[in-house]
């Protein structure tokens, strides 16, 4: 009896993939492409990893509002209503979900508030366009400049609060609950 595995013709597929996604990563080389450990992961999984390291080695770094077409150009603030900013806003929300870009914490920020930052950070910071199906950019909307105060007093849980405490000796703003709640466009962490 032969102890000799012959493989099945989807693995000999998913390893010459293999060899031709490590081929084409060859120019980017480096530690997190040697951290991939064979011995631990299928070849499936190993492909789509190495696959992902390839799509964002290749991205082009854009202003988000040139990931449009023709590019996503909004009113200056000061220039539109209330009423106009809301449907704009919502217009935009879709648009940017639309690209696999997600907007995260938003619930403390006003209308007005939440349109500033698309149209002052958001569209003009320039990332990598990743063109994945599964990638999706989050824009943390709490994290401004740092500060941890937004998310501590609107989104992090009691455990959460508890435990950045215990690390920190800095004064703990008062939990609230968030005054704009909305139900965004999303896709999990």
Same mark, same amino acid.
């Given at each position: ?37 064979? %011995? %631990? ?6 492909? %789509? ?33 209330? %009423? ?106």
């Amino acid at each position: 009896m032969s102890t000799n595995h012959k493989p099945l013709p989807d693995e000999v597929e998913h390893l010459l993939r293999n060899a031709e996604l490590r081929n084409e990563l060859e120019p980017y080389y480096d530690e997190s492409l040697r951290s991939v450990n064979v %011995e %631990e992961l299928p070849t499936p999984v190993e492909n %789509e990893f190495l696959a992902s390291m390839l799509a964002w080695e290749r991205a082009p770094i854009l202003p988000i509002s040139q990931w449009f077409e023709p590019e996503l150009k909004l009113p200056h603030p000061d220039a539109i209503t209330n %009423e106009q900013l809301h449907d704009l806003l919502w217009d935009t929300i879709h648009k940017l979900f639309d690209r696999r870009i997600v907007l995260d914490f938003t619930d403390h920020l006003s209308d007005r508030d939440l349109y500033c930052l698309v149209y002052r950070d958001i569209l003009p910071s320039s990332e990598k366009k990743i063109d994945s199906p599964t990638n999706f950019l989050h824009w943390d909307c709490a994290d401004m400049g740092g500060d941890p105060t937004t998310w501590l007093r609107y989104y992090a849980t009691e455990e959460e609060r508890q435990a950045w405490s215990a690390d920190f000796a800095d004064e703990m703003p008062a939990a609230e609950l968030p005054p704009y709640p909305r139900h965004l466009p999303r896709r999990p962490l």
